[in-house]
């Protein structure tokens, strides 16, 4: 069965700080997505990155970055030098070709950022 | 491209009415998803479209019916609200292409049942 897990339901920082946001996956499948997106008090879903099950290579954007370990099945994002406006909801989520497309969702991890 | 639409953004409903809640996305996605969010949770999907003519059930499909005539098209449709289906909903899409999957969302329909 697939599974995301988000087990940080609230992370609370100083702005400024350093954060990861921890997202654990299972599949039995080879090829799959995973995805990251951000939830603004706002309400709108905002995708961030996307990755597939066959490029492990870490990517970094701005100020955001994201680890991608299939031994660990985990893709972490971290986020440098945070910022009052990074405060959100973050998803991560699984998309998988062998299970008719289903997207699979972490709870969502609520980061604060304090100024 | 304007993506995945959805409407209303906004709407009431009294127990007991009924409503339709529109997604269309213009991506020629075949692959479509409702979902619902209840304050402070992730996301539950209701109901799933692999393709024109095909529909499934997700994890919470009671209460809602769904339908998909065409590729762009899948309404969701509450047929006697109840205050258990306040919540927001989300439709969204996704192509199956291998190389290049990508997953798109609506703004949300805020729903309250009273």
């Known amino acids: 069965a697939q599974k995301v897990t988000q087990a940080q339901t609230e992370i609370s920082v100083v702005e400024k700080e350093d954060v990861t946001l921890d997202c654990v996956y299972e599949?039995?499948?080879?090829?799959?997505?995973l995805f990251w997106y951000k939830q603004p008090p706002s309400g709108e879903l905002v995708f961030l990155i996307r990755?597939?099950?066959?490029d492990e290579q870490n990517e970094i954007s701005g100020r955001y970055s994201w680890n991608f370990q299939k031994s660990t099945s985990s893709f972490n994002f971290t986020i440098t030098a945070s910022q009052v406006v990074d405060s959100a909801v973050y998803f991560c989520?699984?998309?998988?070709?062998?299970?008719?497309?289903?997207?699979?969702w972490g709870a969502g991890t609520k980061l604060i950022i304090k100024p | 491209n304007a993506g995945v639409t959805q409407t209303p953004k906004f709407r009431i409903l009294k127990i007991g009415q009924s409503m339709t809640l529109q997604c269309t996305q213009d991506?020629?996605?075949?692959?479509m998803y409702w979902y619902r969010q209840d304050p402070g949770m992730g996301l539950k999907l209701i109901y799933y479209?692999?393709?024109?003519?095909?529909?499934d059930k997700g994890e919470v499909p009671n209460g809602y019916n769904v339908s998909r005539s065409t590729t762009e098209d899948f309404p969701l449709r509450l047929e006697l609200a109840a205050p258990s289906q306040t919540s927001v909903y989300f439709c969204?899409?996704?192509?199956?292409?291998?190389?290049?999957?990508?997953?798109?969302f609506g703004q949300g329909t805020r729903l309250t049942v009273v």
């Open positions: 969204a899409s996704t192509s199956d292409r291998r190389v290049n999957t990508e997953a798109f």
């Open positions: 991506m020629n996605h075949n692959y």
């Open positions: 479209s692999v393709g024109a003519g095909i529909t």
């Open positions: 599949t039995r499948d080879t090829t799959y997505y």
């Open positions: 990755r597939n099950s066959f």
């Open positions: 989520a699984l998309l998988s070709m062998d299970s008719n497309y289903q997207l699979i």
